[in-house]
T-cell receptor
């Protein structure tokens, strides 16, 4: 069974641009979560989608948005990029939606650099 | 608000030596605790978790962790490290209340020297 796939692996953008990241969950998984990972900050929860609906959202500005498609694939969009958005963006999938006892399976991430 | 502290940013140990990575948490109720490992260029992989019961938890790759409520700690241990254990390790805490999500620590980078 294929794991969680994130594309692209690396991205370089300039300030003010927008970017879209993609995540394909493990087959049969219906929940997708997104995390931002930066040195010294660890992982910060962005949002979670289940059955095409956003079910939970972290403390990030509205420039960060996402969506989920009927096949459970998810995209994350960041508009008006800032230098501080440079980070590794991780996607995780799980079978269902609910509490922390849902096992998360992480992708390898998209490394975004904003110049 | 819940929080996780991993006081060691970087640890270096010799191959074959024992390892202990520290994790302290703050949580208002009985916590669910996790350790994840991130190898270079990879996503996070669950090493072990504690929900309830025996406070000494066994995980994959020979790791174990001990939950100490009195010290609000959940330290990760391995008796003898291998070069392949070089990675970043994250402790996380959460609770099974509705839609609560995990709070992660800032990570500890482990370097193994021959």
């Amino acid at each position: 069974k294929a794991g969680v796939t994130q594309t692209p692996r690396y991205l370089i953008k300039t300030r003010g641009q927008q970017v879209t990241l993609s995540c394909s969950p493990i087959s049969g998984h219906r929940s997708v979560s997104w995390y931002q990972q930066t040195p010294g900050q660890g992982l910060q929860f962005l949002f979670e989608y289940f059955s095409e609906t956003q079910r939970n959202k972290g403390n990030f500005p509205g420039r960060f948005s996402g969506r989920q498609f009927s096949n459970s694939r998810s995209e994350m969009n960041v508009s008006t990029l800032e230098l501080g958005d440079s980070a590794l963006y991780l996607c995780a999938s799980s079978v269902g939606f609910g509490g922390v006892d849902e096992k998360l399976f992480f992708g390898s991430g998209t490394q975004l650099s904003v110049l | 608000a819940q929080s996780v502290t991993q006081p060691d940013i970087h640890i270096t140990v010799s191959e074959g030596a024992s390892l202990e990575l520290r994790c302290n948490y703050s949580y208002g109720a009985t916590p669910y605790l996790f350790w994840y490992v991130q190898s270079p260029g990879q996503g996070l992989q669950l090493l072990l978790k504690y929900f309830s019961g025996d406070t000494l938890v066994q995980g994959i790759k020979g790791f174990e962790a001990e939950f100490k409520r009195s010290q609000s700690s959940f330290n990760l241990r391995k008796p003898s490290v291998h070069w392949s254990d070089a990675a970043e390790y994250f402790c996380a805490v959460g609770g099974n209340f509705g839609n609560e999500k995990l709070t992660f620590g800032t990570g500890t980078r482990l370097t193994i020297i021959p």
